[in-house]
């Protein structure tokens, strides 16, 4: 029982360390690469605080170094999904009833393990099994986990305090309810941190969970688990499910019990999942709460008035770190013919200056993409534009995937302002650009705003305010995520909070109280301090 009003240490970004020549970090994180790669682990299920370690054992492999077996992991089957569903809710009970505080105090030391003592093993996880260079992991696995962590926390005090009025004689309260049930959380290979926080929020209010993370990226998920642990999470309040995608599906949304799905990933999983469980709506206590961000086709446009060099160095940023492999990756520029010429000429050159090759050489802008299917679906892109008439590959096009999946940084200017380039997602590192001619600027916002279906993040170059202001408006349902003269990428917990609409997600925006209202079912309380004893009220007397 709480005898205080218990304030929460204040939530700041977590600083995101340079990994310079010679630092302490850079030498720490390499000694734990090396050490890392030298072992070959074995990764159970994590069912109900038991590890479980039964079914087929599936190699992990480093994408950068597809012949080498970081470890294996214990593939689960239907009878795993059965347990982890029974295990969330054997834990539900205790788990909602558990303070707030106590609850918070789990993920804020969670916070802490992870930027001390976990840091350089979660960094290396992460680089190791997902080819992500220093930085990326840093930012990512690390920073903006920790940032989850703290604001989430923060957001939940916000959440609890909204009260409602109370008159003379009445007290009125507001509790925020976990949902009744567990909640499905679904988290893809390409952030670390979305997949720690996907099943983070849900628990942290109160929600027992069920995580299934993308198979690419267990070796991290592992670490994470860990990390709960050794924070203190309760045995079943989230569940580490590795099993495949129908399997699960198959029993989850079809109990009586499943609550909520928290998704990341394609939009058409998404869609697909979102039919499902129309179709089983009848079969549940509640109606599920749906949170999804999925894909992107993320724009750049530029005004003659735009910076040359600013916008060229946003374009590559925006489309090729972490080999493009981000929701909020930049796809597609629109450039003014005349500021064309600069402003290629100098893109062209930073991505002939970029090296690529394993993350485990610090040296390396760019990484392997995640694995075959993921090369093989961006290179059939890449020979469409070498193949394409109104198409030209003016940096780039090349790839190997021998040692690893490697593919270089592509540049292709169209001259088809629909062209499938411009339209569709390729999750890879290929920028589109359509080069228009001045005079056409005043189509531009009508022709970005629909040559794709999606709206999760875009951004806007130039000098003059009142195009800014313009593009602003007629840009404001393009984009979840909306950067003036930025890139597109980079949203920072506490900052920008992230997502989109449209066939981009819910646009719930994670690590934000918007996303954590969705994980609450609120209950509305009166308290009559002095009842009345007459049924009658006084327009019934005589006149």
């Known amino acids: 029982m709480s005898d205080a009003f218990f304030q929460l240490p204040k939530a700041k970004n977590e600083p995101v360390l340079s990994y310079a020549p010679g630092s302490p970090e850079k030498a720490a994180l390499k000694a734990k690469m ?32 597809h012949k080498h077996i970081l470890g294996y992991y214990y593939k689960g089957g239907s009878q795993h999904v059965q347990m982890a569903i029974d295990a969330a809710a054997a834990a539900k009970p205790a788990w909602e ?58 957001y939940m005090i916000q959440i609890y305090s909204e009260q409602p009025q109370s008159p003379a004689l009445t007290w009125n309260r507001m509790e925020y309810r976990a949902l009744e049930g567990f909640v499905f959380a679904i988290t893809p290979f390409n952030f670390t941190s979305i997949a720690g926080n996907l099943p983070a929020a849900p628990a942290l209010m ?12 267990i070796y991290s ?18 569940n580490l499910l590795l099993v495949d995608g129908p399997i699960a599906g198959d029993l989850i949304f079809s109990h009586p019990d499943f609550a909520g799905l928290h998704f990341t990933g394609s939009t058409k999983v998404f869609q697909g999942m979102w039919t499902t469980i129309g179709k089983n709506i009848a079969k549940y206590k509640s109606y599920p709460r749906i949170v999804g961000e999925t ?7 530029a005004h003659p008035s735009a910076n040359p060099t600013a916008l060229a160095v946003a374009m590559v940023r925006g489309a090729f770190e972490y080999q493009g492999q981000k929701c909020s990756a930049a796809s597609r520029a629109y450039v003014p013919s005349s500021i064309w010429p600069a402003v290629k000429e100098k893109a062209v050159a930073l991505v002939k200056d970029m090296k690529m090759g394993s993350p485990e050489d610090f040296r390396n802008f760019i990484n392997a993409v995640i694995d075959e299917r993921a090369f093989d679906k961006i290179t059939n892109y ?14 780039g096009g090349k790839y190997d995937k021998t040692k690893g999946y490697f593919i270089e940084p592509t540049l292709v200017v169209v001259t088809d302002p629909k062209h499938r380039l411009l339209q569709e997602e390729i999750f890879g590192p290929v920028l589109t650009i359509y080069v228009y001619e001045d005079a056409q600027f005043d189509e531009m916002p009508a022709l970005v705003n629909s040559t794709s279906p999606y709206a999760l993040t875009g951004a806007i170059f ?13 840009l404001r349902h393009s984009a979840g995520n909306f950067y003036i003269n930025d890139k597109p990428t980079g949203a920072v917990v506490g900052q920008q909070p992230f997502g989109g609409a449209r066939a981009s997600g819910t646009n719930d925006k994670a690590g934000s109280v918007w996303n954590l209202l969705r994980w609450v079912s609120p209950r509305a309380m009166k308290e009559n301090f002095d009842p009345p004893v007459d049924y009658t009220y006084p327009f019934m007397g005589e006149e």
Not at 45 to 55: A, F, H, S, V
Not at 126 to 145: F, H, P, R, W
Not at 206 to 217: F, H, L, R, Y
């Open 206 to 217: 109160g929600n027992t969970v069920i995580w299934k993370p993308a198979e690419t990226q």
């Open 97 to 154: 009833a558990m303070p707030w505080e106590e609850r918070a105090a789990i993920f804020l030391k969670a916070a802490d393990l992870l930027a001390g003592p976990y840091r350089a093993k979660m960094n290396a996880a992460t680089m190791l099994g997902q080819s992500k260079n220093a930085y990326q992991a840093e930012i990512d696995c690390v920073a903006e986990l920790c940032d989850f962590y703290r604001f989430n926390a923060e």
């Open 34 to 65: 090396a050490e890392m790669k030298g072992q070959t682990i074995e990764i159970p299920q994590t069912i109900g605080g038991k590890k479980i370690m039964e079914g087929e054992k599936i190699a992990i492999r480093p994408p950068h170094d």
């Open 295 to 301: 894909g992107g086709k993320d724009f750049i446009l």
């Open 462 to 474: 130039a000098q003059d305010r009142g195009v800014i202001h313009a593009l602003s408006n007629a």
């Open 221 to 238: 998920a592992a670490v994470i688990m860990e990390i709960f642990e050794a924070a203190g999470l309760p045995a079943g309040v989230i």
């Open 382 to 395: 890449i020979v469409l534009a070498r193949d394409a008439k109104d198409a030209e590959i003016i940096a």
